[in-house]
């Protein structure tokens, strides 16, 4: 069985600036090895528009898997920066 519920929050802070808080769950059960986990994910992010075609992004992701299996369990931190240019 797989479930994934996914709340993406974002607020525009200024004409140019944009606040993003995205939150997931994914839940997992194999049941040939008997194996049930969970992902939870968190993150905060800025995009800024410099130009109507050229945007900054920088970001934070923090995500933890738990498993009922001994030493599966673990937990993920992700800094994203980008640059994205329309033509």
């Known amino acids: ?4 519920y996914r709340f993406n929050a974002s607020w525009r802070l200024y004409d140019n600036l944009t606040l993003l808080v995205p939150f997931s769950l994914e839940t997992t059960s194999i049941s040939r090895r008997k194996e049930e986990y969970q992902y939870w994910t968190l993150g905060l992010s800025a995009n800024y528009a410099l130009t109507p075609k050229l945007m900054f992004t920088g970001g934070y992701n923090y995500r933890l898997r738990e498993s009922n299996y001994a ?4 937990t993920e931190n992700q800094l994203v920066l ?3 240019y329309s033509f």
């Open 1 to 4: 069985d797989y479930y994934y």
């Open 71 to 74: 030493n599966a369990s673990y």
């Open 82 to 84: 980008s640059t994205r």
